[in-house]
């Protein structure tokens, strides 16, 4: 069955066809904060903020990839509650100039109650550092403490920075991933027609 346009001198036929998209991979993003290095740790302080304190007494994980554009360099980690009350030398972060999984665990003390901040401290690291696919977890559990681990379409949920030493932070493209993403080829089917058209010596064109 099909559908007269023109008379007798052109016939559509409904139809339908597959179209193919390249589709670009997803942009993959990492926390990212640089400091000129002119001071002490302090001076510029990379902050995830957990929805709830910590438990005192109680070992957690952290687990992320870490990377730095500069000298390998070993990050000190506070711990700090609401009212500005801090534990010091919780655990040290390593980075290097290449992508790098590291895991270490920290207990918050007694000294101060409701430590609810991790504080990366690079104030006296000059250049850039990156952190990606982050999670905390409470040692032997799974339960994940942290939202937006992996900076999803550059977003910086639950993280903040300062201190004079920092000049820049943020979720930036360029984050960890294991193998290099490809594009994809997504078919669409899509509703045309097929036309045929009739000269007067009889010829055919189809469009």
């Given at each position: 069955m099909f559908l007269s346009t023109q008379s007798l001198n052109s016939v559509t036929f409904p139809m339908t066809v597959n179209v193919e998209t390249v589709v670009p991979p997803p942009t993959e993003y990492t926390m990212s904060v640089t400091s000129n290095g002119?001071?002490?740790?302090?001076?510029?302080?990379?902050?995830?903020?957990?929805?709830?304190?910590?438990?005192?007494?109680?070992?957690?994980?952290?687990?992320?990839?870490?990377?730095?554009?500069?000298?390998?360099?070993?990050?000190?980690?506070?711990?700090?509650?609401?009212?500005?009350?801090?534990?010091?030398?919780?655990?040290?972060?390593?980075?290097?100039?290449?992508?790098?999984?590291?895991?270490?665990?920290?207990?918050?003390?007694?000294?101060?109650?409701?430590?609810?901040?991790?504080?990366?401290?690079?104030?006296?690291?000059?250049?850039?550092?990156?952190i990606d696919r982050v999670s905390f977890v409470e040692k032997g559990k799974t339960d994940e403490l942290a939202v937006n681990g992996d900076f999803t379409d550059g977003k910086s949920e639950g993280w903040n920075s300062w201190g004079s030493n920092m000049t820049s932070w943020g979720a930036v493209e360029g984050g960890y991933t294991e193998t290099e993403p490809q594009p994809t080829i997504q078919i669409v089917p899509v509703a045309t027609d097929l036309v045929l058209t009739f000269d007067e010596s009889g010829n055919c064109t189809v469009s």
């Open positions: 002119k001071g002490e740790g302090y001076g510029a302080q990379l902050v995830y903020t957990f929805s709830a304190p910590l438990k005192a007494g109680t070992t957690y994980t952290l687990t992320c990839m870490t990377k730095a554009t500069g000298a390998d360099y070993e990050c000190g980690i506070f711990l700090q509650n609401a009212d500005s009350k801090q534990q010091y030398g919780v655990a040290n972060v390593p980075f290097a100039s290449e992508w790098k999984k590291v895991s270490v665990d920290f207990t918050p003390n007694a000294d101060n109650p409701d430590y609810n901040q991790f504080m990366f401290n690079c104030g006296n690291y000059e250049g850039t550092l990156y």
